[in-house]
């Protein structure tokens, strides 16, 4: 239960109604047989308690910026919704800005951090006027001769790694000894590297850390905030100023995937940072935060109808639209990424009756292509639907081409006020021409035009 007394029953009442309605009104049905639903309602009250959730922490006057992770749901109209729920944008490549971009966020609204900046990324941040972190020295040495070419408007920082350590899952560790990102702070000499090119570098004001996503404990979390801060200090000490006067403490509150209770919530883990690292929220430094999958993976779910129901060695499976194409992680790595699924008959309403140890399969033609093993559920038969629930963030925004599937349509739902829904296209279904296009369709003889010398 979070501050709003959230327990997300209305998430899930507003989710059982989303179902039914969009069966009603043909969103869903034999011939778009998969789409990806999104509760803007939810996404407004997420917005909402991270706003809160800082605002109670920091001192009055103090400058927040929350940048949504783009990566986490990079779609246009998210961004732009945040956008008027007050959150700007962290970017991480030159599609992720074009979607920022696009959204309207404004320069000043956005923050660059990814590993692999080229220079003419770099060059077009810092002509924006985008908060850029330098990744390592050689980025930062690229960086001196932009500043020293052009004026920029760019809050520029370094990205540190504190090396706390990583959490349950090592592919979204960030902070281990040996992870790429950032600046390996207890490396030999990296302390000292990174206080001498502040020293160096009079504007350098900023100063960031993300140290994980989704399964990093909070205290490991708020470690790493404090470790970053205490560095910040001590930088500002021997510069006998307060030069850097922002710190990006990075994104990674997990998520609870296994009901619908928000947990933790923005509130817990703004008062374990207050607790471990009071000085940070005494005014003297603005913040920036980079949430993703916090905002937007409860308000989003997968729907997905069953195609056939049948029976394998004594095992029931439901084969459906929905598998590794929306749910990669969970179906290459089941173990670290398992997602509820709840059955919902053919025309949208939860199924109920006995629980069936069950597999629901999705349309891949490889046989690991499961969105859940063995899963107790009320029986799925042919025509009913299969909803991936906790799926808004990193799964049907990053849609994997196996088998050439079709991107499902996504669609944005509130409550009508009259006991219905209303519904607004998100992401237009991709169409088949799609396909083509996207797989060299244009070029269809260029492979056959090429010939080496004295081959025919
Ligand atoms: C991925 C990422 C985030 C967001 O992480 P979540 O776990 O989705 O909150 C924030 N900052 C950086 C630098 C990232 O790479």
Redesign the pocket.
């Known amino acids: 239960m979070d501050e709003y007394g959230n327990t997300g029953e209305g998430r899930a009442a507003r989710r059982d109604e989303a179902v039914r309605a969009a069966v009603e009104q043909g969103l869903l049905g034999p011939d778009s047989p998969i789409v990806g639903l999104l509760d803007v309602t939810g996404i407004r009250e997420s917005a909402a308690e991270l706003r809160a959730a800082f605002a109670e922490v920091t001192a009055p006057g103090t400058p927040v910026l929350h940048a949504f ?1 783009v ?2 749901t990079p779609l246009v109209p998210v961004l732009r919704l945040l956008r008027e729920e007050g959150i700007g944008a ?1 970017v ?1 490549s030159p599609g992720e800005l074009a979607l920022a971009r696009a959204a309207g966020l404004s320069p000043d609204r956005t923050v660059l ?1 990814s590993p692999a900046k080229t220079p003419a990324e770099l060059r077009e941040a810092l002509a924006l006027g985008i908060a850029v972190n330098a990744d390592n020295p050689q980025e930062l040495d690229r960086i001196d001769g932009l500043v020293r070419s052009a004026v920029s408007r760019s809050p520029l920082g370094i990205r540190v790694n504190p090396q706390v350590g990583g959490g349950s899952i090592g592919a979204t560790s960030t902070a281990t000894a040996t992870s790429k990102f950032g600046v390996a702070l207890r490396d030999e000499g990296a302390r000292e590297w990174v206080m001498r090119a502040y020293l160096d570098r009079p504007w350098l004001s900023r100063l960031h850390a ?1 140290t994980g ?2 399964g990093i404990p909070l205290s490991l979390m708020a470690q790493g905030v404090a470790e970053t801060y205490a560095l910040a200090e001590e930088i500002n000490r021997r510069i006998g100023r307060q030069q850097i006067d922002t710190i990006d403490i ?4 997990p998520v609870n995937f296994a009901s619908d209770a928000t947990a933790p919530t923005y509130a817990e883990y703004a008062r374990a940072l207050r607790e471990a690292v009071p000085g940070l929220f005494d005014g003297r430094y603005g913040l920036v935060t ?5 905002l937007l993976a409860k308000h989003g779910t997968i729907v997905a109808r069953v195609e056939y129901a049948k029976s394998a060695g004594g095992r029931a499976v439901a084969v459906t639209h929905a598998g590794v194409q929306v749910a990669t992680r969970t179906v290459y790595v089941p173990g670290s990424w398992p997602l509820r699924i709840t059955a919902y008959d053919g025309k949208g309403r939860p199924k109920s009756g006995p629980e069936v140890v069950q597999d629901v399969a999705g349309p891949a033609c490889f046989a690991g292509d499961l969105l859940a093993e063995g899963r107790a559920l009320p029986l799925l038969d042919q025509g009913d639907y299969a909803a991936a629930l906790d799926t808004g ?1 990193y799964y049907f925004a990053h849609h994997y081409a196996y088998n050439s599937l079709a991107r499902p349509g996504i669609y944005g739902f509130v409550p009508d006020g009259a006991g219905g829904v209303r519904f607004a296209t998100a992401r237009d279904p991709q169409t088949l021409a799609s396909i083509v296009a996207e797989s060299g369709g244009a070029h269809a003889g260029a492979l056959t035009t090429l010939h080496a010398p004295g081959s025919r």
């Open positions: 992770a990566k986490a962290e991480a951090d993300h996503s989704q990075g994104g990674g509150l980079e949430f993703g999958r916090s963030a």
